[in-house]
């Protein structure tokens, strides 16, 4: 008769450093053009230098031995579509978009009861709460909504999340009679315009954001098929924070009045008032409406911003008045 043993199974520091290293390295072979896009969008200087002396030879050798290709099978294989693309507007393009248009009264068919109208609500993370709260404080029956948040995602990084791209897959595989859209507490990044990177606090990238956030709304309304509210960051416990988020807010209300189906929810001004409260009133009651992190919302704070966006939906939907 055998006996086993247990033995405590160890391997020295030095081995698991050398493994942890080649798996990182493997990791970024295959994620190399990544690297390399988010590389260029960077400031000028020592940071950029050294992630595209990195990135650069590593794209290199992943495409000599199409490195590339199996991440893409992986994605195909497992019903995920890519997130990325070369060559969007939402990377580069014209900004003509920009160019305020003539406002069209466009009548959308009205939700009624055993005929709700479908909601697409997408973003970041924010969209989570809002989108569920857009339910409860809509007149019930006439409104079902589909919550896709993709979080941690913006509008500054496509070399990682392209929106452009997401959003055209989403409308396609949705189908929804209007799109409500939370984002951009992800989106303090510099943006690169004719290969010159721009920080938030420019002219130039107030333009950027806005042309960003014009070409994803024409997407999501299929070019004034379906109307497409956007309401961009509220106010932060953070002051830098807040100071980019007045920037975002102005540009979204740019870009809206350049995209037909558009419509621009302020909630950075109208939520208390346009000041951070970690506690606010609501109902009458006193409850914790922000997170911990200063930015989002709690589910009980979210009843704020998903009745503002119902606000903003009657002016199309008036049947979603009660």
Known sequence: MWLREDREVSMPAGRVLVVL??????????????????????????????VLSV???????AGAVALHLPRKGFDRLFGQESKTAGGTQLERGSTAILEPRTRTVTQFPQPAP?????????????????????????PRGLIRTDVVARNSTGLTRPEFFNWEVNARQEVAARKPDAVVMLMGGNDGFNVTVDGQAYGPFTPEWETEYARRTAVVMRVLGSR??????????????????????????????????AVPG?????IYNTVD????????????????????????????????????????????YPALGG
């Open 114 to 138: 055993g005929r709700p109208l479908r909601v697409l609500v997408t973003g970041d993370s924010q969209a989570e709460f809002v989108g569920q709260r857009l339910v409860d404080v809509a």
């Open 224 to 257: 004034g098929k379906r109307p497409v509210y956007w309401a961009p960051s509220p106010t932060a416990r953070d002051e830098e924070l807040n100071r980019i988020f007045r920037v975002q807010n102005f540009a979204v209300a740019r870009a809206a009045k």
């Open 55 to 61: 990135g650069r030879p590593l794209d290199d050798v």
């Open 262 to 266: 558009a419509r621009y929810v302020d």
């Open 273 to 316: 008032g346009g000041r951070f409260k970690a506690i606010s009133k609501i109902d009458g009651r006193r409850v914790i409406s922000r997170q911990s992190d200063g930015v989002h919302f709690t589910r009980d704070g979210a009843v704020v911003p998903a009745r503002l966006v119902l606000r903003a939906m009657e002016r199309d």
């Open 21 to 50: 290293v080649v798996a990182l390295a493997v990791a970024a072979l295959f994620n190399s053009e990544a690297i390399v896009r988010a590389g260029e969008g960077m400031e000028d200087g020592p940071t950029r230098d050294v």
